[in-house]
């Protein structure tokens, strides 16, 4: 049976109780004036939640996913954008590791310290699900590597040191793709803001490449082979956006609750009649069994099994719908209340819609992991 250690429930209890008091405040503020929380991410660096997935060397705190997990839900109560921020930290953290000791050297502490925060660069206008049609050239010139694309919706993107950039080494195969460090402050760089619907503090943008010059050394990992590269971090990152988005269903579920118990119509509280029962009674079951979806994936893909592909697309697939069902229910719940701007509910589901759009095609590896890949009708 799932259970929490004494240590991760502690982490659990010391988070929760951080987040309601220094992140819950401005959550509001973030999202309406569209601004990155710089001063949130150096409170949530000193409590050590920046660096959670990273190595000790660099001042990271060595969590394994399920502790993480733990970890960012709680932080996703309260404030969804902090918590995806929190996952970018430790993302693209991971996938410096796979780079060169300047590079690890330079970014690794200051991403602990919530000093640094770097995008993960993939997306092009005409390669969203189909990652291998991407566009970006890195032409590898003497000593260096020159960058040449564009890359569409990317997350931080205005505010981001650098950028882990997909960029096509091979262009004969679809495969041939690497992956490569690009400083944000090099010449040819040219960031285009773009507004959303939800994720508003993320300072999402489109990224111009022209003829950018790296040095040789900031390519990350093995040429040609991002792709495989790439498959444990991504697991990561889809099951823990999907119990992100569980989490701050949670709390409105919480708070639709509550409302329930108190909001009077014909005479008797909101939570005496069976139609709004019922339907809390089911977004707490799916929920809980949403979760425990997440939790299992972070398992497995910590284990390396091999069906961890399957189950962080599973995640993040359940953890995005029944997100998005829990908050739209407590909007009802609420009524016209819950539709204003005076409570948190309105901005709960623009940035779960986010998770949702954000994932691409998720039912590929699920898929091909109750079919077998000899199913997939295209690679
Ligand atoms: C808030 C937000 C943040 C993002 N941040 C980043 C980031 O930091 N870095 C980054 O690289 N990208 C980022 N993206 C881009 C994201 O990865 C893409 O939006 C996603 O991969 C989907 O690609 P697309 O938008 O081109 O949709 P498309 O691939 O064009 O798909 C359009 C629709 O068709 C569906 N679809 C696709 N293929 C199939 C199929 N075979 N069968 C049936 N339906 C299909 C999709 O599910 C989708 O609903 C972000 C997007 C959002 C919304």
Known sequence: ???????????????????????????????????????????????????????????????????????????????????????????????????????????????????????????????????RAIKTVAKHVKDTYVVTGEKSMITFAEVAQGFVVLAKTDKKRREGISCIFVEANRPGIDIQRLQGFGWRATKWGNIALNDVKVPAENLIGEKNNALSMLKPTVQGQRALTGLIALGTARQALGEAVEYAKIRKVFGKPLGKFEGIQFKLVEDFTQLEAAKLTCYQALHL???????????????????????????????????????????????????????QIASATLKMEIGQGILGKEFLPYT
């Open 1 to 131: 049976m799932f259970e929490l250690n004494e240590e991760q429930r502690l982490i659990q209890k010391s988070v929760h109780e951080f987040a309601k008091k220094e992140l819950a405040p401005k959550a509001s503020y973030w999202d309406v004036h569209e601004e990155f929380p710089w001063d949130l991410v150096k409170k949530m660096a000193e409590i050590g939640l920046t660096g959670l997935r990273l190595p000790a060397l660099y001042g990271g705190m060595e969590a394994d996913l399920v502790t993480t997990g733990i970890a960012l839900e709680e932080v996703a109560r309260f404030d969804h954008n902090c918590a995806i921020i929190l996952c970018g930290c430790n993302i693209t953290g991971k996938l410096l590791l796979h780079g060169l000791e300047t590079i690890k050297n330079n970014y690794l502490p200051e991403i602990v310290k919530g000093r640094c925060i770097l995008a993960f660069a993939a997306m092009e206008s005409e390669a969203g699900s189909d990652i």
């Open 301 to 355: 893909i910590e284990k390396k099994a091999g069906e961890a592909s399957q189950w962080a697309a599973m995640a993040n697939l359940i953890g995005g719908e029944v997100a998005y069902r829990v908050v739209n229910d407590a909007m009802d719940v609420f009524g016209g209340l819950g539709y204003s701007r005076e409570l948190p509910i309105e901005r709960c589901l623009r940035d779960i819609k986010a998770v």
